[in-house]
Nanobody, 125 residues
Framework: QVQLVESGGGLVQSGGSLRLSCAVSGRTFSTVTMGWFRQAPGKEREFVAAISWGSSSTRYADSVKGRFTISRDNAKNTVYLQMNSLKPEDTAVYYC??????????????????WGQGTQVTVSS
C-alpha cells in the first residue's frame, strides 16, 4: 500500500519562499512520474508540476512557471517543490501523488492516485 507524507507548508508573506517535501513508501518510486497538485477552498484540485521517473522531464502549470521548481531524490524516495515569489493566489492545500502507471509521463489529474493528506500553504498579502 502506497503511503505519502507531505510536509513543508506554512504561512508566508507574498514574495516569500517555501520548500515542500513528499516522502513516498510502498511503491517503486524510481519507476513513476510524480506530480504536485493543489486545491484551494471551493475550487477543484489542479495540476502544479510533474517530474518523470528519472528527472529527465518536468512540466509546470502556466501559473507557476518560472517561480516553482520540482525535483526528486530517488535514493530517498522523496519529491520536492521549491516555491519562490509566492503570491496570495498560491494559497491552497498541496498534494503529491504518483502516476498510476510506471514509466508514463502526463499531467492529467486522473492519471495520478494514492493521495496523501496534503500540506497547507497560506500566502498573505
Amino acid at each position: 500500500q502506497v503511503q505519502l507524507v507531505e510536509s513543508g507548508g506554512g504561512l508566508v508573506q507574498s514574495g516569500g519562499s517555501l520548500r515542500l517535501s513528499c516522502a513516498v513508501s510502498g511503491r517503486t518510486f524510481s519507476t513513476v512520474t510524480m506530480g504536485w497538485f493543489r486545491q484551494a477552498p471551493g475550487k477543484e484540485r489542479e495540476f502544479v508540476a510533474a517530474i518523470s521517473w528519472g528527472s529527465s522531464s518536468t512540466r509546470y502549470a502556466d501559473s507557476v512557471k518560472g517561480r516553482f521548481t520540482i525535483s526528486r531524490d530517488n535514493a530517498k524516495n522523496t519529491v520536492y517543490l521549491q516555491m519562490n515569489s509566492l503570491k496570495p493566489e498560491d494559497t491552497a492545500v498541496y498534494y503529491c501523488a504518483p502516476h498510476r502507471r510506471t514509466f508514463q509521463f502526463s499531467t492529467e489529474l486522473k492519471d495520478f492516485g494514492s493521495w496523501g493528506q496534503g500540506t497547507q500553504v497560506t500566502v498573505s498579502s
